[in-house]
């Protein structure tokens, strides 16, 4: 469900192309900072003094150091700071703030690439122990929710009797808070949602019956943004 994560080679790229970026970001900055009429009081002038500020301390670690200062300390703040009186023209305050948006979403390409890259050096650290967590289980029959997920899933895919079975029980299906349906319980949905006759392998090919589900849901509340 989720793309391969980046190499860490891939991510020191990423990290010295941001750092490029930034350098780049903070020398447009402070040609637009002498258009400031209040750079003392001016939010916009005061972030450009932050970034300075965050790029010298940046260049000054060492290269094994750099990948946590961006991801853990530099701040990049908000992209519509400062105040068009305080600048000479509307133009220069609107460069000033497309500068910084830039930076920003650089600066959060970086951070996703350096998470992914930690999550999945943890997952591999891990591997020795969830085959010993998995031989567990076996040893004493048990299974946990994440296998009832799975065997559920399994029994419904793989045996169409089985998905015609509980199609027959459940004619309606509301799913609330569906943002929050992890990938799994999304694939048990959608094989109970199939149209009569249905018989899809993949819960990608599935053919919903026409009024069978109804979800209810916000994006922007998702425990998995």
């Known amino acids: 469900y989720l793309p391969s994560p980046p190499s860490p080679e891939d991510v020191e790229k990423a990290i010295g192309q941001f750092i490029k970026s930034f350098q780049k970001n903070v020398n447009s900055l402070n040609r637009l900072k002498k258009y400031c009429k209040n750079p003392d009081e001016d939010k916009a002038a005061q972030k450009i003094d932050h970034l300075n500020e965050q790029f010298l301390k940046l260049q000054s670690l ?9 991801f853990k300390e530099i701040s990049i703040g908000s992209s519509k700071p400062g105040n068009q009186k305080n600048w000479q023209s509307k133009g220069h305050l609107e460069d000033v703030r497309n500068e910084i948006n830039q930076l920003s979403k650089a600066h959060e390409e970086v951070r996703s690439s350096i998470a992914d890259s930690v999550l999945a050096a943890l997952a591999e650290r891990l591997t020795d122990y969830i085959k010993a967590y998995e031989q567990a289980k076996r040893e004493r029959n048990l299974v946990d929710f994440n296998d009832l997920l799975i065997i559920a899933r ?8 089985v998905r015609k079975y509980f199609r027959d029980q459940y004619k309606f299906l509301l799913v609330d808070e569906f943002q929050d349906t992890d990938p799994l319980q999304a694939e ?21 019956s026409p009024k069978r589900l109804f979800l209810v849901g916000d994006p922007k509340q998702s425990i998995y943004r």
Do not use: C, T, Y
């Open 154 to 161: 399994n029994m419904l895919k793989e045996h169409p009797q």
């Open 62 to 70: 060492h290269q094994e150091e750099k990948g946590i200062f961006v």
């Open 188 to 208: 048990i949905v959608f094989f109970l949602s199939e149209e009569e006759k249905g018989k899809a392998k993949q819960w990608k090919d599935v053919r919903v």
